[in-house]
């Protein structure tokens, strides 16, 4: 399997390992783990963890969970096959070292474990082709009165991905019982709108308010696209009787079938980031609107991060900080806004992650669009002093 198949793969693994951490008994929320993975990709988070000289908090915090907790540890996952066909000798030399010190089993170093599972029940990339299940989303709480195009935008492109933790889809009775890699079509009313692979699903202890639990869907997966109708479900599977508000299971086979079909209806910028696109990289097109059925437009995640990385994660209006307020299960959640709002924007524009784009807290972040204006940071900083 080449690097490029199985690169992603490992990505989702990264990911898979934050949700199985927060679920042990005490539960560890490896925030730091899930903000480099999410920003630098799961490879590349990997590599910074093992060239440095001293193993990670999150490394200490799983061993005083019990040694065994340390199947987790990203030491642990790039041993196992198929990952390490990503690392080198000394890479992979290092993270045996950092087990063995404290007493932690090796996996396996030449079979491949059963079932199509790594030996930390990880998602194996040499498994068979994942399933495909259809969600309908409510549409009389949530979503209720909402048009595509404001649940594509709102919801899958803004809020989904910046939730904490990124990717929690909270549900009240309907859940999917399903396995980590499953690729989940979202149904609203008569077509599939969204598309996302889940990491996983978590059933609360208590109901949280009216939700019973969560899933977990992988950020950088998330795609919208012009909706899907039945007739186009059944070019793909001609099996496909019709959408229905109960839970659905499609053939695997499919799966580039559907992705033939999502090219043929959608323009590829729309459903994926395009910084690597532009070639200076001192500016970053941000917003752009690609004419579908609906207007879809673009959240360009480099821009976010550079204007983190310039700012901070401090509301730079009420300047709350949720680490110091909430600790480092906290750390770097901010919401960005885009002081032209992305509705106004007809074309691309190049944005200046520092001039054009500004850290703010969800508290601060809503009254900016309050009552549907559209507020600037000053006239909120001006309502903060009376």
Known sequence: MSDDTLEPAFHQAMLDVYQRAAALKPPYKATLLLKMVNQL????????????????????????????HLKLSVEYVVL?????????????????????????????ENDEPAGGQTDSGLPDATSAGPPIRILPMSGTVEFQGQTVKQVQEEFFLA??????????????????????????????????????????????????????????????????????????????WPEFSGFSN?????????????????????????????????PDRNELWEGARHRVSINIYERNPEARRQCIDHFGTVCQICHFDFEKTFGPEAAGYI?????????????SYRVS??????????????????????????????????
């Open 41 to 68: 990709g799961g490879r590349e988070a990997a590599n910074r963890l093992l060239d440095t000289d001293e193993t990670s908090y999150g490394f200490a915090e799983l061993l005083l969970r019990g040694p065994e």
């Open 80 to 108: 196992q096959h198929p990952w390490r066909a990503l690392f080198d000798d000394e890479q992979l030399t290092v993270a045996r070292q950092r087990l063995q010190q404290v007493g932690c089993p090796l996996p396996p």
């Open 159 to 236: 809020e989904l991905p910046m939730r904490t933790p990124p990717g929690q889809y909270l549900f009240r009775t309907k859940s999917l019982n399903a396995d980590s890699g499953t690729l989940v079509l979202f149904q609203k009313q008569a077509s599939i709108i969204a598309s996302a692979t889940l990491l996983s699903v978590e059933w609360f202890d208590k109901p949280q308010g009216e939700y019973r639990g969560a899933m977990y869907f992988d950020v950088p997966s998330i795609r919208v696209f012009a909706p899907i109708s039945v007739a186009q479900m059944q070019q793909v």
């Open 246 to 278: 109960a839970l659905q299971s499609l053939d695997p086979s499919g799966r580039d079938g559907f992705e033939n079909l999502l090219a043929t209806t959608t323009s590829p910028a729309a459903i994926q980031p395009i910084s690597e696109e532009i």
């Open 335 to 347: 919401h960005v806004h885009h002081r032209v709002p992305l509705s106004e924007v007809d074309k």
């Open 353 to 386: 992650p520092t001039e054009d784009l500004i850290p703010v807290c969800p508290n601060c972040h809503a009254v900016l669009h309050l009552g549907g204006k559209n507020r600037t940071v000053d006239e909120v900083r001006e309502m903060l002093r009376r």
